[in-house]
Structures are given as structure tokens and as C-alpha cells.
């Protein structure tokens, strides 16, 4: 059966079938979702009796189908709508235009490519007529505000910022979150523009979020100046110097800018400031006054804590891809450490496994589509399981075949045991595979090709897309051992690898001279144990 699914406003044409699809935002997904409030495999549509049917998968956040939350498989028909979280998926009717977008408010998310609509400028302000209030954590400001204000202000200013805390805990991404952030802002201090800019990875300031009380009618640029002292000097800064600006008279100055008063506060975690919240009026509104430097200070300690959970939620589900929870656990708590950056390229000690599904290419000439990704999934999960379990890290995914190593980023001085341990199982749980599958489905076999030593580790790729691999020789030869050496059901290691683990259970193979490889390289088979788990002795 054909349909189309809107899935986070993108249209999919999809066969359904009785296995159907998987959304979630996982590898293993069919269709994948860029959202952190969705679960790798969150929810599965597919064909029963002839209906659709859609069917919540163990999710974190739950499944709902036109409110309902869901409990079991459900029918699902035309215009029906699926939360996935906050996902939203429809099945669109054919001919029918997808749904329009939710009502938000005058917000704009600032474009990545090209000139930002909003442009900063280097404009000279007077810091002497200005106020600048060095940032306090919110703890501090809160102890402030019981001691120095009246109790019902100290109570208003609570309730404001419990309010905010509990919505920005129900964003669901950075552009949700920001949204939010910014909406709660301008719902409590008057203004005409506000504008939300973090640090880049040159640490220039970027606009990732405007507000404009009535769009387009002001294209002014902001105050690079004011934003940089902000975030550099780590102070909040409430200032009326659009007037004094030296390039303008007083009058003209005012007229050209329309603006009387510009509020600035930095966005700070810890000890690490990465972006502002910067608010502009005009004279009629009266300018900005020192309570309301009081409340953004107070509201953009909330932001910044929100936005580094995203980023940090980002990240990790990156990490999460390539990584075992116990590694992604590692890496993000030296990210803490700025002298020893978590993914930083280096040399390193390592152990490189490469593993194919033999004539896989050939196999799936005759099936479907759905069916051959079903079974490239269900394999593959199983096999990653293995190098997770065992602290090696996912490099990729290359059609049938998988590329992963053992050792970095986090030293491993039994790499090579942990490889040749996962290549077992791996072996090992494919038989268990293929004893279980359904009737007419393949059989299938892997050729394992595992090298030892040194190798280069680190982020490759360019700014808008960096993947975390290994290179060198030492991945050269484990590669050309799986394609050019090992058989089906064979697992088969370098000369260092068997140094490493001993050679218990090893059986030498005649010399081969490999395509790129300068010389003869006499391998050794694994004997691994078609039942059980087989184990490398421990040579220590």
C-alpha cells in the first residue's frame, strides 16, 4: 500500500507493508527525526489486515494519536494526527497539501549561510553613561532579591523564574528551547527587537533567534560592541548610548537608529560564557530601567542553562551513534577539561575491525526494499551491541559491511582482545540469527578482518559535517584482511593483533600479498567456537 507521511513537516512517500517503517531518530530508524524528545526507534506504522496501523515502541516519551496516548496498535487514517513526543507525523491524503506550520510568534530563526538578516556593526558606546552589573549566578541573584527587595517583589521574581525553569524543561530542541526563551523574555520586559546570539567556534557572535514586536519595520544593525562586552567582560549592560553615538548628532542619531535603549545580558554556565540575550527599544517605550536589567540577568542565567542541556543533549546523541554509553559517559566529562579537548585528533594505539555480510549484494537483488533494510538492521543492531558491549567505538556503516575500532578515544591497553572478543560474538550471534529467521529469508555469513597498531584518531570531515574515524596502514591492512583474505564465517587478524592476544586458539595462514601493502603479510584465523562463548586466554 502507498502512502505519504509528514514527518516534522518533510513528505515521505512510503510501500507499506506488514513489517511497515520505524521512525525515531536512530540509525536503525527508517525514517529518521532530528528531535531530542524522540526515541531511537520511537513508533512503527505498518499494514495490519489490510489498514494501516500505527503502534507506539517502548518509547521514552510515549506515542499519541489524535491526543490519545497510545497503549497497543492503533488504526490510522488520512489527517489522523501522531505525536511523537513533539514530533508531529500525519498520513497526508493523496492530493491533499501538507499541514501548515504551528502558530508561533513574531520570531524569525536567523539564517546559517549568507548575510544574517540582522547584521552586527562596531558602534562606540559610552560605558561611562552606561550601567554594567558584573554576572552573579542565579543563586546569588535570588539571595539578593530576598535581602534587598520587598517581600512581594522577591515572590513575583520567584514565580516569574519558576515559570520560565518549568517551560524551558518541556522544550524540545534548541530551536523550541530558544523560542521559549525568547517569548518568555518579551512577554516581561517591553521592547521593540530582541535577539539571541551564541558564540561560534571562532568565538564571533552569531544571531540564532529574532523577535521583532512588528516585523520588518526596523533592519538596523545591533551593536557588535555592546554584545562582545557583554559576553568577554562577563557583565550586563543597560545602556542609552544610541544617542551619544560619535558618528551622529544627538537628533539624527535617534532618527536613523529609532533606538533609545539597548539591555544586554550574558549567557553564562559555570565559568564558560557563550553567547547574549540583547534587547533594543525605541524612545517612546522609555527606555530600559534597572529592574529590568535585574530580571533579564536573572532569566538569561535560566537560558543558559537550558541551552547548554541542548547542546550537551546534541552532542551526546551524536557521540551516541559511534560510541558505547560507557565511552559517550567518558568523553563528555573530559569535554569538561578545555586544555584536552574530547575528540581532538591524536596518534593512538588501536585495534581496527572490519566486517561484511558475504554476497549480501548478490542476496538482495530479488527482495524488497523494506525486507532487505529489516534484516541490515536487525543484524547490524546485534552486531553493534557486540562492539559497545566491549568499548569500541561505531566508525560507519558502508552499505552491508561495518567499520569499527577498539582504543580510541579512550586508551584500551587490551584493544585487541576486546576486537577479537566482539568478532566472536558477533559470529556467534549471527549463527543464533540465522537459526531464528523467518522462513525465506537468507542465510547469511561474515567475512571479520581485524589489525593491530599505531593509527591517526580524531574529527574529519569539514564545518558542516565532522565525523570522528581512524586512518592510517594499520587500518589499510585490517581492511584488506576481511576483503581479500577472510572467508565466510572466518574471522582472520594481523600479525600484531596475534602478538597481542596470544596465539591460543590462532591458526597461521599461508603468506598473501595484499593490494597497498608493501609486504608479505602472513595472517592468523581465529578458531572461534561455533556455540558458547568463545573467550582470548588472559596472558597475564
Known sequence: MKLTLQVDGALYPVTLTEDGVTIGRGDQATIRIQANAVSRVHARIFLKDG??????MKSLNGTSLNGATLSGPEPLHPGDTVLLGEAMVMWVPEGAPA???????NMTLAP?????????????FDASGSILVPHASLEAMLAQASGQHPAGEAVTLFQRLASMAGTLLRAAGL???LESVMGLVTAQIPCQRGFILLADAGGELVPELVWEEQPGLHANP???TIAHTAMKDRVAILTTDARMDPRFSAGESIKIHGITSALCAPLIVEDQAFGVIYLETSLSKGGFKREDEHLLSAMANFAAVGIQREREAKFRQRLER??????????LKSSQNKEAPALQAQRCQISVLFADISGFTRMSEGMEPLVLAGILNRTFEAMTDQIFSRGGTLDKYIGDAIMAFFGAPSPDPDHARHAVEAATAMQQILQALNAARPEGYPELKMRIGINSGEAFAGDIGCEKRMDYTVMGSTVNLASRLE????????IVVGPRTADLVGRDRLRQLEGFALKGIEQEVRPFEVLWAPEGTATIPDRG
Not at 559511534?322 to 567518558?330: G, L
Not at 576483503?483 to 572466518?490: E, I, L, T
Open 51 to 56: 489498514q494501516p496501523h500505527v503502534m507506539d
Open 175 to 177: 530551536t523550541e528551547l
Open 483 to 490: 576483503s581479500s583474505v577472510a572467508k565466510p564465517g572466518q
Open 222 to 224: 545591533i551593536s557588535r
Open 99 to 105: 499541514g501548515p506550520p504551528a502558530p508561533g510568534l
Open 322 to 331: 559511534y560510541h558505547s554509553p560507557a565511552v559517550v559517559d567518558q568523553i
Open 112 to 124: 546559517k549561510a549568507g548575510i544574517s538578516r540582522i547584521s552586527l556593526e562596531d558602534r562606540a
